[in-house]
């Protein structure tokens, strides 16, 4: 099934077509009135020198309004080989498909909502025939079974035609233009880009990136250039500064050969006051007992971070590069 992008945004046609495999453009007056646009002949020039097949209106009352307005626009310098014009279905219309098509122009019979006029299309040997489903199902209409009817009349009778998919509103639309086996879907850049969208599959992209990086990127590469530490000689008051200034919630303890004594945590703070009130506000660091600090080398990977961080029940890790204390990798970092 052929995709066509269906717009007159200039902006979106541009980004749209990057993807490099819409096989064509299909605008109509109504979405050029939409977005403001006063010269036509203007922007269809420009339209279809972006686009590899431009689907464009050649309005008329008549068969003779029609035909000429299809030769005017292709005066203008439009490639014939890369133009369709689009025909409303009417008596008017058909006789017009069928005299272009003598001249090898490349005609959409569109509007259809009915077999019946698809057929008149068909036999007037237009090159697309194109139901407007949304359009049809406003009205209360089983558009998909006119479409299946439609793409069973071209299949049956070897009709040398395809039949377009337009009016869409939803992905659900596409995936009914799939199934019912339709030539050509013409779709809004909105709904387009909503067809390779799906929860499960954000989930698991997301899963896939975040494996990847706990088993690639270093500790050393995601900690924080915050790296506070106190030496025993200082007070509380210093380390709660530190901590505080840091943004962390516990500061490295260094003795004095500069190696790491241990760590003061904001808990331990907490469980100090309950112990002594606020006389242990007064304690100097060496006043204090601290366990063998968790630590981890800059270098380890963040899975095995992640591990200690699970099996010591900690928010935050000592890291060193050697005997050197050089940061504190938090939690949060690994998010």
Not at 112 to 125: C, S
Not at 306 to 316: E, Q, Y
Request: proline residues 2%; charged residues 25%; aromatic residues 6%.
């Amino acid at each position: 099934m052929e995709l066509y992008l269906d717009s007159a945004d200039l902006r979106e046609i541009k980004e749209a077509f990057k993807l490099g495999f819409l096989k064509g453009l299909t605008t109509t007056p109504t979405f050029m009135h939409r977005h403001g646009v006063t010269d036509i002949d203007g922007l269809i020039l420009k339209l279809s020198d972006m686009v590899p097949v431009l689907q464009i209106e050649a309005l008329g009352k008549t068969a003779d309004e029609i035909v000429n307005e299809a030769h005017r626009q292709l005066a203008l310098g439009l490639n014939k080989e890369k133009t369709v014009f689009k025909i409303p279905i009417s008596i008017e219309g058909v006789k017009a498909c069928k005299r272009l098509r003598n001249e090898n122009i490349l005609v959409n019979v569109h509007l259809i909502y009915t077999l019946q006029q698809a057929y008149m299309a068909l036999e007037a040997g237009a090159n697309y025939v194109c139901p407007l489903v949304g359009r049809l199902q406003d009205q209360g209409h089983d558009a998909l079974d006119v479409v299946e009817q439609i793409v069973n009349a071209v299949e049956v009778y070897g009709y040398d035609a395809k039949v377009m998919f337009s009016s869409v509103r939803h992905p659900e639309h596409v995936r009914n233009a799939i199934n019912l086996g339709a030539h050509v879907c013409t779709i809004p850049w909105k709904v387009m880009k909503m067809l390779t969208e799906n929860a499960f599959t954000s989930i698991g992209t997301e899963q896939f990136y975040e494996h990847t990086r706990m088993m690639t990127v270093k500790v050393r590469d995601i900690m924080g250039k915050s790296n506070p530490k106190v030496s025993m000689d200082d007070s509380l008051t210093d380390a709660l500064v530190k901590m505080t200034e840091s943004g962390f919630g516990c500061v490295s303890v260094m003795n004095g050969s500069e190696k790491l004594e241990g760590v003061f945590t904001d808990g331990d703070l907490r469980r100090l006051i309950e112990k002594e009130g606020k006389e242990g506000l007064q304690k100097k660091m060496s006043d204090l007992k601290y366990k063998t600090p968790i630590t981890i080398d800059g270098e380890a990977l963040l899975h095995e971070a992640s591990l200690v961080f699970h099996d010591k029940s900690v928010d935050n890790i000592i890291v060193l590069h050697g005997d050197e204390v050089v940061g504190i990798l938090d939690i949060q970092d690994l998010n």
